[in-house]
């Protein structure tokens, strides 16, 4: 058997600046871990100071003793995956890594850390080109100094001689998606000026769901067409407060709407990489998250899709009351043409209309989004089935049909513009309702402007009400709508 012998394990300390870059794409991300230690120190108040000069980001915390600030120094402690939970707010702790503190000689040559605990205080000068200049020692500078009882408690960190700029607007975005700023009892400033967690205005979807893993929560946000942004497109997924990445959860193909949606989901329990920047994609906890996020989705789509409907009900039933207007004005100069017989003369409308067309208020048969029970109760699907005459019936309206009614003396004709599918047809009668399809290709195309939109229903209403009139002779039927849409548009 040879002889034995034991070989040293050395590390340039080149290496550990090199490590802590990697570790973070983007040097701002420092000043995020800085007033992340301080919300793990229980901080109420952190107050960063951004210039080209320097940074100082001072926090109230509960500062370090000796022990405290060896395991500040200590990479990759294990201290704060041991105590998950801050002593005083029992806050859920951030930070895991321990090596942000020499990443920031990645963007400064000197880290100076200042710290107080009740009677103890001290200083710990970091200067990268004094520690890179004896190789073989690995100990920093550490002064005990006097408490300052008007300081009190707390930790304040200086980055000094400053090899990168720092622009306070990127670094305000950095913190407010990456800092716990809604969490109780804490708030950070930047030169002076609290900071506030985005907050969006729209339709808010929040969502509550169970794991074997934890719990996934959040708010999903549809903003107005008027807020819609397509920069940084998708859903913040959070840890413990802080952003790791933003996923699109399939809305990829939503088209133009992804710019409406906007919102966060928290899921604590996610295994994220060592660079923080995404999480690991094979483990079964990121598994479980996709499968609970893509039912969310599902149901954020069909809201989307709602709201969408209620805002083109609010168009077509403008367009259909126009339509149906001048439809009522050519019957009237036109009683040869109608099906209904002559309508009598100072006739008042129901609307208010003043002798236009009489029609009962439009409405829509879904006024209001509901709440989300409500949301995710499946709709039944709506059928179009032939009678035994061979006339077409319709089992079901969807919530957001827009019905309107006409009256032609002691008759009327009822119009309904719903969805029938892309393949449906184009528009059909069934008795005195007209039906019109809100999916056929034409219909959307024209449904662009409102002028080609009221010309377009006027065609579809004007041909069931001249078939009305002889379903047996077509020829005639489409002279009678030449007609009456020449004169329902003469001005």
Not at 207 to 230: M, N, R
Request: proline letters at 4%; a positive charge.
């Amino acid at each position: 058997m040879g002889e034995i012998i034991e070989l040293p394990v050395t590390v340039d300390k080149s290496h550990i600046i090199t490590i802590g870059e990697k570790l973070y794409s983007e040097s701002i991300e420092l000043i995020r871990e800085l007033v992340n230690n301080a919300y793990d120190a229980d901080a109420t108040l952190v107050e960063v100071i951004v210039n080209d000069e320097f940074i100082e980001v001072k926090d109230n915390g509960t500062g370090m003793d000796l022990e405290g600030l060896k395991q500040y120094f200590n990479i990759g402690s294990q201290e704060k995956l041991i105590k998950t939970k801050s002593p005083r707010y029992g806050r859920d702790r951030i930070g895991q890594f321990g090596i942000g503190k020499f990443a920031s000689l990645a963007a400064a040559d000197r880290f100076e850390v200042y710290t107080q605990q009740e009677n103890f205080a001290a200083q710990v000068i970091f200067d990268k080109k004094e520690w890179e200049k004896h190789e073989d020692r690995w100990y920093l500078p550490l002064e005990i100094l006097e408490p300052n009882l008007k300081r009190g408690n707390g930790t304040t960190v200086i980055l000094k001689d400053l090899t990168k700029k720092f622009i306070i607007e990127d670094v305000e975005r950095k913190i407010i998606e990456g800092v716990p700023l809604k969490a109780p009892n804490f708030s950070v400033k930047i030169n002076g000026h609290i900071i506030s967690p985005r907050s969006l205005s729209g339709h808010r979807v929040p969502f509550l769901e169970g794991t074997e893993f934890g719990v996934i929560h959040g708010e999903i946000i549809v903003l107005p067409l008027s807020g819609a942004s397509t920069s940084d497109l998708g859903i913040e997924c959070k840890v413990k407060h802080v952003t790791i990445r933003r996923e699109l959860f399939g809305m990829e193909s939503w088209g133009k709407t992804v710019a409406r949606i906007k919102g966060e989901v928290h899921a604590d329990f996610l295994p994220i990489t060592s660079d923080r920047s995404g999480f690991i994609i094979d483990s079964p906890q990121y598994q479980a998250f996709m499968k609970v996020m893509q039912k969310v989705m599902q149901d954020v789509k069909s809201v989307v899709s709602r709201l969408t409907d209620r805002k083109e009900n609010r168009v077509a039933s403008r367009a259909l009351k126009e339509a149906l207007e001048r439809i009522y004005r050519s019957l009237k100069n036109n009683p040869d043409l109608s099906p209904f017989g002559a309508i009598p003369v100072g006739q008042e409308s129901i609307d208010g209309l003043g002798g236009a067309a009489a029609m009962v208020a439009g409405k829509s048969a879904f006024e209001k989004i509901p709440n989300l029970e409500e949301e995710k109760r499946p709709q039944k699907e709506k059928k179009i089935k032939p009678s035994k005459k061979g006339k077409s019936i319709v089992s079901m309206l969807t919530p957001n049909a827009v019905i309107k009614r006409v009256k032609f003396g002691q008759h009327g004709v009822s119009c309904c513009l719903d969805h029938f599918g892309e393949d449906g047809p184009e528009c059909f009668a069934e008795g005195s309702t007209i039906y019109i399809n809100r999916d056929h290709p034409l219909y959307k195309r024209e449904s662009k402007k409102l002028d080609t939109h009221i010309l377009n229903l006027a065609r579809l209403l004007t041909q069931e009400i001249s078939l009305m009139k002889d379903p047996k002779n077509p020829r005639q039927a489409f002279d009678r709508q030449s007609k009456l849409l020449r004169d329902a548009f003469r001005e």
